[in-house]
T-cell receptor, first 112, second 113 residues
Framework: AQTVTQSQPEMSVQEAETVTLSCTYD???????LFWYKQPPSRQMILVIR??????QNATENRFSVNFQKAAKSFSLKISDSQLGDTAMYFC?????????FGAGTRLTVKP | DAGVIQSPRHEVTEMGQEVTLRCKPI?????LFWYRQTMMRGLELLIY????????DSGMPEDRFSAKMPNASFSTLKIQPSEPRDSAVYFC???????????FGDGTRLSIL
């Protein structure tokens, strides 16, 4: 079974600085997708970014980018120019054709 | 397009009562997931369906919990009898099978007194 590990329960960053959230996963499959979700205090689950395992190029969405290391099974999220609205829980997720698994989450606080 | 719709948004009930949570997935999505979220245990997958068929219910805590998906546009999660430790936010999510992201509903905040 696939597992997703987020080793940082909590992190904080100063506004306008850059922060990196870590995620590792375990799978024997070659085809899969990886995602980062954001859950602000409003509790909505919002898709932030996605990465296809067959693509070597790292995905980027505005201030959000990933560092995907397939051999190391690592999928970190970098948030540049952090904003107060980035304060949220961040979940890493793994998806294959049939299933999707989430990590335990990292609580990020952006400080003014 | 309408997103995943969950009802009720909030539910407060007394211990021992039956609770039914409802979910309408996005049209065209053929996978549906039920999650429970608490501070202590985080986001837990309870059960998921592919094409209305339960695939993995290993996350269902005990026999008091049951889930059904009678058709492609509706699912229920039932707790009977409810206990205070069932208090949590319950999310429903759907996706198209095949490497697609899940789309979440706004969740149901359940409080069992």
């Amino acid at each position: 079974a696939q597992t997703v590990t987020q080793s940082q329960p909590e992190m904080s960053v100063q506004e306008a600085e850059t922060v990196t959230l870590s995620c590792t996963y375990d799978t024997s499959e070659n085809n899969y997708y990886l995602f980062w979700y954001k859950q602000p205090p409003s509790r909505q689950m919002i898709l932030v970014i996605r990465q296809e395992a067959y693509k070597q190029q790292n995905a980027t969405e505005n201030r959000f980018s990933v560092n995907f290391q397939k051999a190391a099974k690592s999928f970190s999220l970098k948030i540049s120019d952090s904003q107060l609205g980035d304060t949220a829980m961040y979940f890493c997720a793994f998806a294959n054709n049939n299933d999707m698994r989430f990590g335990a989450g990292t609580r990020l606080t952006v400080k003014p | 397009d309408a997103g995943v719709i969950q009802s009720p948004r909030h539910e407060v009930t007394e211990m021992g009562q039956e609770v039914t949570l409802r979910c309408k997935p996005i049209s065209g999505h053929n996978s549906l997931f039920w999650y429970r979220q608490t501070m202590m245990r985080g986001l837990e997958l309870l059960i998921y369906f592919n094409n209305n068929v339960p695939i993995d219910d290993s996350g269902m805590p005990e026999d008091r919990f049951s889930a059904k998906m009678p058709n492609a546009s509706f699912s229920t999660l039932k707790i009977q009898p409810s206990e205070p430790r069932d208090s949590a936010v319950y999310f429903c999510a759907s996706r198209q099978q095949g490497y697609q992201p899940q789309h979440f509903g706004d969740g149901t905040r359940l409080s069992i007194l």
